[in-house]
């Protein structure tokens, strides 16, 4: 009879697997018109980063196979994300997003395995060391969950924080902080645990402030939140890890 980590890294699976898939409707608008406009390729590039990197973890760590798969997918949905940004961003932002991609999604990955495996001779360390740099990575992503935080309660407006996103935030940082409980991995509890306060938080601001009287929003405001919420779907991703 299978463990339950593994009935919960499935249903993690499953969940993570619907986050990943959440922007294909962005990117459907990008394709029709074949254009990227205010949209940015940041939260994309920074969670193929995570998800390359999360991917190798789960592999060289015995036992984390779940965590490889979800991740793993995750890599191949984001690179087609990242491609069709790159292929319909406007001339004058390519070459800086051709550069940003080769930096994080090239260069860094293959440094960060490169550079524990000589440095590191026993595989274990090699998976923790990896591990330990996914999950700091993870936590710093946490800035636009928070920046959506503090619209809401500048505002008093759940406009630009939508209330599904915010609930999968807090679910799958729920299932994924339980299975790491049952695999025992603080790099997987970190910040998963991080992502289910944070979603926690989220849910309260929506209950209070949802029917609340929104603050006039001042067009930088407006502009910022826009990004937020274009963003937010895909930084929400890497805490399924």
Not at 81 to 98: D, I, W
Not at 103 to 126: G, S, Y
Not at 141 to 151: H, N, Q, V
Request: glycine share 8%; hydrophobic share 50%.
């Amino acid at each position: 009879m299978a463990e339950p980590s593994f009935y919960i890294g499935v249903i993690g699976n499953v969940i993570s697997v619907l986050v990943f898939l959440s922007p294909v409707e962005t990117f459907w608008k990008i394709v029709k018109r074949r254009s990227t406009e205010e949209y940015k390729s940041l939260p994309y590039i920074c969670t193929l980063l995570g998800s390359s990197l999360w991917t190798y973890y789960g592999i060289a760590t015995p036992g984390e196979y779940l965590v490889s798969t979800v991740n793993g997918f995750g890599a191949i949905v984001e690179t087609i994300y990242v491609s069709l940004f790159l292929f319909y961003a406007p001339r004058h932002l390519k070459l800086n997003t051709v550069v940003v991609v080769a930096m994080l999604n090239v260069f860094f990955p293959i440094a960060a395995i490169v550079a524990t495996r000589i440095a590191f001779k026993d595989e274990k360390m090699r998976s923790q060391s990896i591990g330990f740099i996914s999950a700091g990575l993870n936590i710093i992503m946490y800035g636009s969950p928070l920046s959506a935080m503090k619209t809401v309660v500048t505002t008093k407006s759940v406009k630009y924080m939508p209330f599904w996103l915010s609930f999968f935030l807090f679910l799958n940082g729920a299932i994924w902080a339980v299975y790491a409980l049952l695999q025992h991995d603080v790099f997987l509890l970190v910040p998963n645990g991080v992502g289910f306060v944070f979603g926690t938080m989220q849910l309260i601001l929506y209950g209070i402030y949802r029917n609340a009287k929104p603050v006039g929003l001042s067009n930088g405001l407006s502009e910022i939140s826009q990004d937020e919420e274009e963003g937010l779907t895909s930084r929400v991703v890497p805490l399924l890890s």
